[in-house]
Antibody, heavy 119, light 110 residues
Framework: QVQLVQSGAEVKKPGASVKVSCKASGYTFTSYDINWVRQATGQGLEWMGWMNPNSGNTGYAQKFQGRVTITRNTSISTAYMELSSLRSEDTAVYYC????????????WGQGTLVTVSS | QSVLTQPPSASGTPGQRVTISCSGSSSNIGSNYVYWYQQLPGTAPKLLIYRNNQRPSGVPDRFSGSKSGTSASLAISGLRSEDEADYYCAAWDDSLRGLVFGGGTKLTVL
């Protein structure tokens, strides 16, 4: 079955960077966009950016421009999201999601990765 | 402050029909498709409606979406206890050049 499996929880200090992975299985990785969405505890969903795994083309939300980088390794069907200059407000669950019926119809989602930023 | 506006809460009794609204502007809902996601407690979101009113396979026909102008709605008929969840609308915003979400609506089944 189509599945996205993310890496485990991370604890980082303010100013550091975090890199979360998202391994795809059950479909051709290069055929569908991958998006990243985050959710702070008790808060709503916030879109961070997308990547075309075939071309490597990316697009980022204005809020995260210059701080987020989405990459991929097609040989292992894995996408990555790296967020730099972390601050406490970046503490959240980070999700990857496949653009299925179209680029913004996210299905399925990964299980989520909790990133905690604390000194 | 979310770009798309949803009521923070909604409720209904089993069997009832409930609607959740999502209000935007000409740069998002007014010119692009609307998507709806369901998030059960402690789980990742799940796609419920895409392209305004299309249901992915496996989503019951109790769920339906509609759009008019700069607003959209999600309707749930024959409400069931397992529908208790957070619901989010989303749409591409041409001005922001990014996907925007509503703040979410917590649905309680009484």
């Amino acid at each position: 079955q189509v599945q996205l499996v993310q890496s485990g929880a991370e604890v980082k200090k303010p100013g550091a960077s975090v890199k979360v992975s998202c391994k795809a299985s059950g479909y051709t990785f290069t055929s569908y966009d991958i998006n990243w969405v985050r959710q702070a505890t008790g808060q709503g969903l916030e879109w961070m950016g997308w990547m075309n795994p075939n071309s490597g083309n990316t697009g980022y939300a204005q809020k995260f421009q210059g701080r987020v980088t989405i990459t991929r390794n097609t040989s292992i069907s894995t996408a990555y999201m790296e967020l730099s200059s972390l601050r406490s407000e970046d503490t959240a669950v980070y999700y990857c999601a496949r653009g299925h019926y179209d680029s913004t119809a996210f299905d399925p989602w990964g299980q989520g990765t909790l990133v905690t930023v604390s000194s | 402050q979310s770009v798309l506006t949803q009521p923070p809460s909604a409720s209904g009794t089993p069997g009832q029909r409930v609607t959740i609204s999502c209000s935007g502007s000409s740069s998002n809902i007014g010119s692009n498709y609307v998507y709806w996601y369901q998030q059960l407690p402690g789980t990742a979101p799940k796609l419920l409606i895409y392209r305004n009113n299309q249901r992915p396979s496996g989503v019951p026909d109790r769920f339906s979406g509609s759009k008019s102008g700069t607003s959209a709605s999600l309707a749930i008929s024959g409400l069931r206890s397992e529908d208790e969840a957070d619901y989010y609308c989303a749409a591409w915003d041409d001005s922001l050049r990014g996907l925007v979400f509503g703040g979410g609506t917590k649905l309680t089944v009484l």
